[in-house]
């Protein structure tokens, strides 16, 4: 038994290491079993086949299962990130938008509206001031 637990790990190692890679097993003085690379004087070489692991139906379908997921998560990852760009992009221009016309309180003077005749009428400033309060309002909250 102790022979099998020696012999598996030296032999994967081996077989991992180098595929032609020839085996030598002697036995010293002692009685101890001993592997190596290299021939001896009285060893003998063993053939080394690699184990090959066949993984059981359901074990190669939850593998399956994991990778569609696994896509179907990057996927949606890709959509949110392009969808968070769009939206960065979005808000850009609305931020600019809102910049421009608080640009335009700085430029004007005066304000007019049309009235329900349709002639232009000067606006209070209290009502600009407000309106322009209104405007730095949604730059803060928003950009």
């Not at 002697?26 to 086949?49: K, L, M, S, T």
């Not at 016309?101 to 349709?118: H, M, P, T």
Request: with cysteine; hydrophobic share 35%; proline share 3%.
């Amino acid at each position: 038994m102790k022979l099998r637990l020696l012999l598996l790990p030296l032999l994967s190692t081996c077989a991992l290491g180098q595929a032609e890679a020839q085996i030598y097993r002697w036995v010293d003085a002692q009685g101890q079993v001993h592997f190596d690379q290299r021939p001896r004087q009285g060893a003998e070489q063993i053939e080394v086949r690699p184990q090959v692991v066949e993984r059981e139906e359901h074990v190669r379908e939850s593998e399956q299962n994991r990778q569609r997921l696994f896509d179907v998560r990057e996927q949606e990852r890709a959509e949110q990130r392009e969808l968070n760009a769009q939206l960065r992009q979005q808000q850009s221009a609305r931020c600019a938008k809102l910049r421009e016309q608080l640009a335009l309180y700085d430029k004007r003077v005066f304000w007019y509206e049309e009235d329900a005749n349709g002639r232009r009428v000067e606006v209070p400033n209290d009502r600009v001031q407000a309106s322009k309060n209104a405007l730095l309002a949604q730059l803060r909250e928003g950009c």
